[in-house]
Nanobody, 128 residues
Framework: QVRLVESGGGLVQAGGSLRLSCAAS????????MGWSRQAPGKEREFVAA????????YYTDSVKGRFTISRDNTKNTVYLQMNSLKPEDTAVYYC?????????????????????WGQGTQVTVSS
C-alpha cells in the first residue's frame, strides 16, 4: 500500500499559478503510475495528468494541455503538478493517486480501478 500526502493547494486569481506536491511513502516501484485527478462540485472526478515513474511518460487531458505540467522527483518520491494560466473552471479538489500497472499513463487513467492508492485531496480555488 502506498501512502500519498498532497500539499500546495490554495486560492489564486485567474491567470495565476500553483504547484501541487504529492509525497509518496511505502512500496513504490518502476511500474507505478502517478496521477492527478480533480473533482469539482456537482461534477465527476476526472484525471488531468499522469506520469510513469520509470520513464516519465506523461498524459494530460485536453483542457489542461499547455498549462499544466506533471513531473516527478525519484530521489524524493514526490510528484508535482505545476499549474499555470489557471482558470475559474480549474477550481476543484485535486487528488493524487498511485497505481501499480503495466499500462501507459493514457491507458491507466481510462481503466477504472487502476489507481489503488489515493491522497486526501487539496482544494484549488481560482477566482475570476
Amino acid at each position: 500500500q502506498v501512502r500519498l500526502v498532497e500539499s500546495g493547494g490554495g486560492l489564486v486569481q485567474a491567470g495565476g499559478s500553483l504547484r501541487l506536491s504529492c509525497a509518496a511513502s511505502g512500496r513504490t516501484g518502476s511500474r507505478y503510475i502517478m496521477g492527478w485527478s480533480r473533482q469539482a462540485p456537482g461534477k465527476e472526478r476526472e484525471f488531468v495528468a499522469a506520469i510513469k515513474w520509470s520513464d516519465a511518460t506523461t498524459y494530460y487531458t485536453d483542457s489542461v494541455k499547455g498549462r499544466f505540467t506533471i513531473s516527478r522527483d525519484n530521489t524524493k518520491n514526490t510528484v508535482y503538478l505545476q499549474m499555470n494560466s489557471l482558470k475559474p473552471e480549474d477550481t476543484a479538489v485535486y487528488y493524487c493517486a498511485a497505481g501499480n500497472t503495466i499500462l501507459t499513463p493514457a491507458q491507466a487513467v481510462a481503466v477504472k480501478g487502476t489507481f489503488g492508492s489515493w491522497g486526501q485531496g487539496t482544494q484549488v480555488t481560482v477566482s475570476s
